[in-house]
T-cell receptor, first 114, second 112 residues
Framework: GENVGLHLPTLSVQEGDNSIINCAYS??????FIWYKQESGKGPQFIID?????DKRQGQRVTVLLNKTVKHLSLQIAATQPGDSAVYFC?????????????FGTGTRLLVSP | GAGVSQSPSNKVTEKGKDVELRCDPI?????LYWYRQSLGQGLEFLIY????????KSGLPSDRFSAERTGGSVSTLTIQRTQQEDSAVYLC??????????FGPGTRLTVL
């Protein structure tokens, strides 16, 4: 599907900058969190995940930080590239449900200028 | 194909008509999910199928919505007597049990 959300919060960065996308989740008992990337005309694509017993996890150019105290999740993208332009969603997994019923945030649009 | 496919990619219908949306999951995936993505909103869970277990229908917004999965493979989401508020992108995903869902490209439904 096309990107939705003409009124999505938008983060505009220059190529090569580091990007930080934030998300507030809803359920303090959620035990698993995922970041998804959705490009125009496509479905969401898994980027990185983190379990509630961790506060940081790193992937290739991406880092996810989890602050359970304030129910906050962030995605850091290093050396942002034009191909990173997309809508980014965080998702939380309700306790003991695994991937069965993810609760998604409303998304943030990342625009990367060359 | 290697990924989840959905058809049609776009569907325009008149209010009150019934529509069927199709999902072809990745071969061998035991779990299948339907989500809805409305303008300016995140994805909203609709229904989850896992193997031969009874589906989790807790996300279906009304009794006008139903879904089935035949033979543990293809799934159809049916919306009866469509309303304008049903307009959205309907996303299907599939996965092996306990792994993250692979999403299809979605079907954009427009109800006039």
């Amino acid at each position: 599907g096309e990107n939705v959300g003409l009124h999505l919060p938008t983060l505009s960065v220059q190529e090569g900058d580091n990007s930080i996308i934030n998300c507030a989740y809803s359920n303090s008992a959620s035990d698993y969190f995922i970041w998804y990337k959705q490009e125009s005309g496509k479905g969401p694509q898994f980027i990185i995940d983190i379990r509630s017993n961790m506060d940081k996890r790193q992937g290739q150019r991406v880092t996810v930080l989890l602050n359970k105290t304030v129910k906050h999740l962030s995605l850091q993208i290093a050396a942002t590239q034009p191909g990173d332009s997309a809508v980014y969603f965080c998702a939380e997994s309700l306790p003991n449900t695994g991937f069965q019923k993810l609760v998604f945030g409303t998304g943030t649009r990342l625009l990367v200028s060359p | 194909g290697a990924g989840v496919s959905q058809s049609p990619s776009n569907k325009v219908t008149e209010k009150g008509k019934d529509v069927e949306l199709r999902c072809d999951p990745i071969s061998g995936h035991t779990a299948l999910y339907w989500y809805r993505q409305s303008l300016g909103q995140g994805l909203e869970f609709l229904i989850y199928f896992q193997g031969n277990s009874a589906p989790d229908k807790s996300g279906l917004p009304s009794d006008r919505f139903s879904a089935e999965r035949t033979g543990g493979s293809v799934s159809t989401l049916t919306i009866q007597r469509t309303q304008q508020e049903d307009s959205a992108v309907y996303l299907c995903a599939s996965s092996f049990t306990g792994t993250d869902p692979n999403f299809g490209p979605g079907t954009r439904l427009t109800v006039l």
